[in-house]
């Protein structure tokens, strides 16, 4: 059991039925009238955003969620497929279950699995990933780290922006949480 008055980012909760992750919250103390808490959570399952008020003192289930490392093996139309490392069973996704971890999802990347009661809820691709620029528009003399962006689609497909000094071939580190380019990799 979780207390309001043990929510913290990134705690997992049950709530009417379905697994929630808390985003934010902040406890509020009212004149006249006991305290109240209020929450910004996301469904798990949905990956639905709710803005929701509880009392200070209310208990929460803690949901049945596992987590895997798993080994990302190949994408075929909209199924991917993954191995987990300890056993080596073989699990498909659709790319809806993937939502935006797909854009980075690389041949035998090592990727953490949740599950809610037996069944597979989202992949968790790592904080940050290496991956080549396969098309972009040339460098030009004169263009600095500085100034400026272009896209540039990278070896999964996905388009990110880049700064324009980058080129073809170039491997660069990027946040899969913003999809932001950080640095060029050597």
């Known amino acids: 059991m979780i207390s309001t008055t043990e929510f913290k980012k990134g705690a997992k909760i049950e709530y009417n ?28 399952k949905t990956r639905q955003v709710l803005e929701e008020t509880f009392k200070a003192g209310d208990k929460f289930d803690t949901p049945d969620l596992e987590e895997k490392n798993m080994q990302y093996l190949y994408g075929q139309g909209d199924t991917y497929f993954f191995m987990d490392t300890e056993n080596y069973e073989q699990l498909s996704l659709s ?26 809820l989202t992949v968790q691709v790592p904080m940050f990933v290496e ?10 003399r004169g263009d600095t780290a500085a100034g400026g962006s272009k896209s540039a689609t990278i070896e ?9 000094h980058l080129n073809k071939g170039d491997v660069i ?14």
């Open 156 to 164: 999964t497909g996905a388009v990110i922006k880049v700064p324009f």
């Open 131 to 140: 991956l080549k620029i396969v098309e972009t528009a040339p460098g030009i």
């Open 17 to 44: 039925g379905n697994p929630y992750e808390i985003l934010d919250f902040q406890h509020v103390k009212m004149q006249q009238r006991s305290p109240i808490v209020r929450t910004k959570i996301k469904n798990l």
């Open 173 to 186: 580190k990027i946040d899969t949480r913003t999809s932001e380019y950080i640095e060029r990799v050597r």
């Open 95 to 120: 790319s809806e279950q993937l939502s935006d971890s797909k854009k980075f999802l690389k041949e035998n990347m090592e990727v953490k699995i949740l599950y809610y009661r037996g069944s597979p």
